[in-house]
């Protein structure tokens, strides 16, 4: 079956940075887009950044561009999140997704989470 | 606006019928897509496009969207349907993907 599985997550300080990773397995990893989504505690879901299939394409919300960029590598099925600069409000659950469609907003596969903390 | 507004909290009774709404601009150009996030658990998709379950998603849940309002509907809501619910569905240019700020479920 179509899975995710993130790593990375951990206790950083502000300031510092971290890289997540996301490998998938069960699809045809290389044909899909994917997302990160992220989840502050006991909030809502904050969509991240989207990156496409062959990585020609990057996008990112407004409260992390420039900071964090989103990149794969297809060849081992697995999508990265590079965090630079992280601040206390960055702290969050972090989800990678596959969309329905290769470029979808929607998601049907989600990974079980990775947790960041950034202390001040 | 790229933005969508859902109600924080919503309950129903047992068996009973609940519709949860979801409202913003982007729906009258794009479906919105529906989650299902029990706690300390990843969202699980219940409903997309029109009205499209994924394999294993109960036929109690249905999907249907008019102007700028999309609706998920549990037609005789279950225990195990307690959950949070969020709405997702594309944004701006600037903001491609949005999300709604989520339901609260609660089954009496």
């Known amino acids: 079956q179509m899975q995710l599985v993130e790593s990375g997550g951990g206790v950083v300080q502000s300031g510092r940075s971290l890289r997540l990773s996301c490998v998938g397995s069960g699809f045809i990893f290389g044909t899909f887009g994917m997302h990160w989504v992220r989840q502050t505690p006991g909030k809502g879901l904050e969509w991240v950044a989207f990156?496409?299939?062959?990585?020609?394409?990057?996008f990112s919300g407004d409260s992390v561009q420039g900071r964090f960029t989103i990149s794969r590598d297809n060849s081992m099925n697995t999508v990265f999140l590079h965090m630079n600069s992280l601040r206390p409000e960055d702290t969050a659950v972090y989800y990678c997704?596959?969309?329905?469609?290769?470029?979808?907003?929607?998601?049907?596969?989600w990974g079980q989470g990775t947790t960041v903390t950034v202390s001040s | 606006s790229s933005e969508l507004t859902q109600d924080p909290a919503v309950s129903v009774a047992l068996g009973q019928t609940v519709r949860i709404t979801c409202q913003g601009d982007s729906l009258r150009n794009y479906y919105a897509t529906w989650y299902q996030q029990k706690a300390g658990q990843a969202p699980v998709l219940v409903i997309f496009?029109?009205?499209n379950r994924p394999s294993g998603i109960p036929d109690r849940f249905s999907g249907f969207t008019s102007g700028n309002t999309a609706a998920l509907t549990i037609t005789g809501a279950q225990a195990e349907d307690e959950a949070d619910y969020y709405c997702?569905?594309?944004?701006?240019?600037?903001?491609?993907?949005?999300f709604g700020g989520g339901t609260k479920l609660t089954v009496l």
């Open positions: 997704a596959k969309p329905v469609h290769p470029n979808y907003y929607g998601m049907d596969v």
């Open positions: 997702n569905s594309r944004g701006s240019t600037t903001k491609p993907v949005i």
């Open positions: 990156i496409s299939y062959d990585g020609s394409n990057q």
């Open positions: 496009g029109q009205n």
